[in-house]
């Protein structure tokens, strides 16, 4: 085994032994809200939101962007677990901003292998072959956080699937800081009739 999976074995360990009545949480989240947010390992939605375990269903993706799979995920916390809020944060210095579709496509062209940036931009090895079939994906790359925020609060608003009572309120969150930082254009458009 990895390094890795031993560090996370061990750290499940501890995990289950102070794990308490945790087994006992009701599905549905106790404080009704979800997040849809970015996948960024800098980013711990606990801490800046102040969850714990069973308080609210937590979306993560590359961006926190208003996928189609994201919003299936939305409309079931709504629909069959209750949520009545719905949080969409970005997030300052996003990986999403560093790229776009078609580099993206480029790069998987040339290798399946990690690629690299530097000053000048993302490289790839070409080493071991790549595939073409990203060049038919959007990766819903992000020029604009303020802009992507308002995008993705006005899909989601806009989605048949979601009940017009819902809010949906737009947030940047700053990672030198740990601010969160409201859009207010988005929260406007995610406000709930």
Known sequence: M?????????????????????GDLPMPPGR????LTC???????AKYAGLAEG????IRNAG????DDAIRSLVISYKLLGTKEWFVIHHTDCGMETFTTEIMGDLLSGSLKTSSVDASGWHDSNAGGGTTDGKYINWLTISDQQKSVLEDVQRIRSNSMVPAGIPIYGYIYDCKTG????????TVAGKAV
């Open 32 to 35: 009704q809200f979800a997040i």
């Open 2 to 22: 990895s390094n890795t999976v031993n560090e996370v074995i061990s750290a499940n360990a501890d995990y289950v032994a102070d794990f308490g009545d945790k």
């Open 179 to 186: 601010n969160l930082n409201e859009v207010p254009e988005a």
């Open 64 to 67: 926190g962007r208003a996928s």
């Open 55 to 58: 308080d609210a269903h937590v």
């Open 39 to 45: 996948m960024d390992a800098r980013l711990d939605p």
